[in-house]
């Protein structure tokens, strides 16, 4: 069985939305999605076949206060409207394929993190409720968002834990796997201020927490370096963009951009994509 697995990023991941068009213009479906954050928050329009619908709701939704802005810090103590963009905009003003996404008939995960425990959990999406609450688990940022409750749990963002969940694909079963990056070749993570200030906002009530931000740096160049490896052996191909897009930009010709580069990349190795979902 083969895997596509969905690198997050907050607005970056545009170009793996680009990719994923790419593939549903092919009518390419991998029967195993995985994804953290905004990667596999747009991975579910991909599952439910639209077409050019991720590209749609950012050009026109990324300058509407009711989509991000600081005043939705008062309001629901997160940067993003999480009544908007996980209620209305799915559900009302850019419908979502609720009925096409819930036949697909293979597994669709969503990597979270645990706030009490810190470790990497991975929801099932096609459980997810109306208001898309897994997704909102999977985005929820230290900082930006609040922790997420799902069934009793509260989560924050997926890439905390595992940024790249291309092992817990593996650990499935799939042997070859098409992996989506949003950085660079060459990018290294390193620990940032906003890591920093997040480490101290939760070292009291989710002190689990500290120690998972403090180590994504490190867990997440590794598994870059792993999944590099990976493509060495034939194992996986890699899809990243050549050169970086800042994950709050607001420039749309840029998202825009972004978007036809990862659509074109995959376009061109479409041929070498097709084969990883053929059986040895």
């Known amino acids: 069985m083969s895997g596509i697995i969905l690198e997050g990023g907050t607005f970056r991941p545009i170009f793996s939305a680009g990719v994923m068009d790419a593939l549903l213009e092919e009518d390419v479906m991998f029967p195993y999605c995985i994804g953290v ?30 989509y991000i802005s600081t005043r939705n810090l008062i309001k629901c103590r997160s940067l993003f409207g999480l009544d908007f963009v996980y209620d209305e905009v799915p559900n009302k003003l850019f419908p979502f394929d609720w009925d096409t996404f819930l036949k697909y008939e293979g597994k669709v995960l969503v990597g979270v993190t645990n706030a009490k425990t810190g470790k990497a959990e991975y929801l099932n999406a096609l459980e997810t409720d109306r208001k898309c609450t897994i997704l909102q688990a999977t985005c ?9 409750n799902w069934k009793e749990n509260l989560y924050y963002d997926g890439g905390l834990a595992d940024s790249i969940p291309i092992k817990k694909s593996i650990e499935d079963g799939n042997q070859k796997n098409l992996i989506i990056l949003t950085r660079p070749k060459g990018y290294y993570r390193t620990l940032g201020r906003d890591s920093k200030l997040a480490m101290r906002l939760l070292r009291n009530k989710y002190p689990e927490m500290v120690e998972v931000i403090r180590k994504r740096p490190d867990m997440y160049n590794k598994t870059v370096e792993y999944c590099e490896k990976l493509e060495r052996e034939g194992k996986a191909i890699i899809l990243r963009p050549e050169y970086n897009v800042e994950s709050m930009e607001k420039d749309l010709a840029a998202l825009e951009r972004n978007y036809k580069h990862g659509y074109d990349m995959a376009k061109r190795q479409m041929n070498e994509i097709k084969k990883l979902l053929v059986e040895d």
């Not at 929820?140 to 997420?148: K, S, T």
Request: proline content about 5%.
């Open 37 to 66: 954050s905004a990667g596999i928050s747009f991975g579910v329009s991909y599952i439910s076949k639209q077409k050019g619908r991720n590209l749609e709701v950012l050009l026109k939704c990324r300058k509407d206060k009711r």
């Open 140 to 148: 929820a940022m230290p900082l930006f968002f609040p922790a997420i």
